[in-house]
């Protein structure tokens, strides 16, 4: 076993950690307080060959894998979350085209996602959230054509991707054996931008209705084949789930330092407040969740990499890393006192930001179910 | 075009304050210290590779300094410079500008084909802005310093030259030597594919030898310059705010103050 990053993996974080502190952390004020989509830094990102991280090479990616990205992405969502979770929704797209899509798919979509295309997932509707199973969205053939027709909402990167991969039923007396995933491209007739949420954090990301009415897709979109949507839903929420808790783990550890930071240079009763052990045991509470969070986190990406089943650990990685991200923004604010209530300071925004992890990519709920069914299969 | 870009290792910016001056033999003292690129080099390094993906052609990284200067290098590499080549030889130690520029210049020779020369205004640490100027004197070839500008029409150059209230439009024919300011370009991030590529390429190592240069043309024995004494400038003292009731009482003691130093 070993815990030390490769060279390559050094090397590349190094540049990452530059663009980081230069380019992307000096912007996330200003996405959060204007609402502002962070297109540029994801662009540089592109620029930098990073959308293609998990790509096999022949699509044009870099093939590093999923412990490589978590790297990278821990520090882009340290630096911004919100650009962080945009990075991370691409992914959501990537993954089922590489893991379901057919040559052809992968030749025309991937080599466009590892080069600076933007992608989404769209599953989530007004009455299917936790119960993915229940999608309404219907998709019928006529000559050749897929015809999609629904409402999809909470889609992160929606109006902004350039390619969404869509869930819908093509037999909805089969219910959950009736879905099917498509590819969607962001100009197909009949596929427009509905509401878009107004959130507690995470401004500057988009989250919108997605409107398909009648949408116009090509046979050839079709994703494996009519029936496969769930099992492509549930593959692509298990690797997901990584790149959420990394978001996470990412808002936690900046935490994690601006409270460091603040607690040595705030001075109380003539000491910095760091020199208070009540002050000192919230950061080692932080410090300690942290390390845990990112170990089962690496943990889930290493399996994945090497084939290994990892979807338990994901979930656990998913369900930790978000709950630490929510404990450690808290006890960020408590240390900051009255300014962290402020938003002088970005702590109260890492507070909102952390929330977030614990509802998507499956609530913590669900992680807790998925978790204990996997337990009572693997200690019966 | 085949240009070539000459690069100096720095001490990292932020760490400069931590550089202390060794009073027994008048050098500096950087260990520890971590390094960067000397950053209008950087700037000389992207200007090179902006040109030549404009106008095809080969961009060759040189420095002169000690092995750790590979990485400086490799970080050419990554942002997609061609080749690179370390001036390394223990004898080249302690080399003033002048001895700087002679070994630069041979090696500029050794590679021979070039159309255009690039440099940074100056080294953040030594601050001299001679080597550009000394090397396109031995090599014999023009040279436009402070471009903020550069555009190549028809095998000549075309250069925006930052002077102190505005700038000049200078022309010359190539080769040229140019040195560049901060004001010219944006230095890209490397991709990483540049960054798994630089990490497996060759750095060339050149010695004295493979310059066919004289130990006593370089190094301390070339050096003309002697450096006898080396000091921090006492730190400038505080400056006296002028206070007064209103805006007349300040300007008339100012007026009492500078007419007391008799500067007016
Ligand atoms: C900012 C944001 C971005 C999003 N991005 C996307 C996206 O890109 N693509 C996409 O498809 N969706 C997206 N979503 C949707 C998200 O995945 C869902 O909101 C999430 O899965 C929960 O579904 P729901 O909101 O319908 O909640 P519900 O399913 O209604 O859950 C409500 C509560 O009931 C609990 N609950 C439900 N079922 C059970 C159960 N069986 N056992 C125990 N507790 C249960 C839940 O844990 C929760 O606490 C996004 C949502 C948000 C807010
Ligand atoms: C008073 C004094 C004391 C010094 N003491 C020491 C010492 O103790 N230890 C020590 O190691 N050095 C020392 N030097 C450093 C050395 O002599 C100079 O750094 C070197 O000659 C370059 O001069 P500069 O740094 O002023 O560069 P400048 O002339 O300001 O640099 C202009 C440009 O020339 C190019 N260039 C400069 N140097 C190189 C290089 N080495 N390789 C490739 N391109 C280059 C770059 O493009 C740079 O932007 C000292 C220099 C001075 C003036």
Known sequence: MDFELNEEQQLMLEEVKKVCSEKIAPQAEQVEKEGRFPRETLMLLASMDLFGLVIPEEYGGLDMGFLTWSVIAEEISKACATTGLSFGANILCIYPIMAFGNEEQKKKYLTRLAKDSIGAFGLTEPGAGSDAGSVKTQAVKKNGKYYLTGRKIFITNGGEADVYVIIASTDPSRGARGLSAFIVEKDAPGFTIGQHFDKMGFRGLPNVELVLEDCEIPEENLLRREGAGFKVAMETFAAGRIGVGIGALGVAQRALEEAVKYSRERVQFEKPISSFQAVQHLLADMATEIEAARLLLYKAAWLKDQGKPFEKVASMGKYYASRVAMDSTVKAVQIFGGYGYTTDYPVERLMREAKLFEIIEGTSEIQKNIIALKVLKEYK | ?264
């Open chain 2, 1 to 264: 075009m085949n240009i070539i870009v000459c690069i100096k290792q720095v001490p990292d910016t932020e760490h400069l304050h931590e550089v202390s001056i060794n009073p027994e033999n008048n050098t500096l003292n950087r260990t520890g210290i971590p390094s960067i690129i000397n950053p209008f080099d950087s700037n000389a390094v992207e200007e090179a590779l902006r040109i030549k993906e404009k106008l095809g052609g080969k961009v060759t990284v040189i420095t002169m300094g000690p092995p750790q200067a590979e990485n400086a290098l490799r970080e050419t590499l990554a942002m997609g410079a061609d080749e690179a080549i370390l001036l390394s030889d223990i004898k080249l130690a302690g080399s003033d500008t002048l001895a700087t520029s002679v070994a630069l210049t041979r090696a500029i020779e050794v590679i021979g084909d070039y159309d255009l020369i690039l440099f940074g205004k100056q080294a953040i640490d030594g601050d001299t802005a001679q080597v550009g100027p000394e090397v396109s004197e031995l090599l014999a070839i023009p040279l436009i310093t402070y471009a903020r500008r550069i555009e190549i029409l028809d095998g000549k150059i075309k250069v925006e030259r930052v002077l102190e209230e505005g700038y000049e439009v200078l022309e010359a024919g190539l080769p040229c030597a140019v040195t560049v300011t901060k004001e010219i370009n944006e230095p890209r991030f490397a991709s990483m594919r540049g960054i798994l590529k630089a990490r497996k390429q060759e750095i060339l190592h050149w010695n004295l030898e493979k310059l066919r240069l004289k130990e006593e043309e370089v190094g301390l024995k070339g050096s003309p310059t002697q450096v006898i004494r080396i000091f921090s400038p006492p730190p400038r003292p505080r400056g006296e705010i002028i206070e007064g009731e209103n805006t007349e009482e300040k300007v008339a003691g100012l007026l009492a103050k500078l007419k007391s130093h008799r500067i007016i």
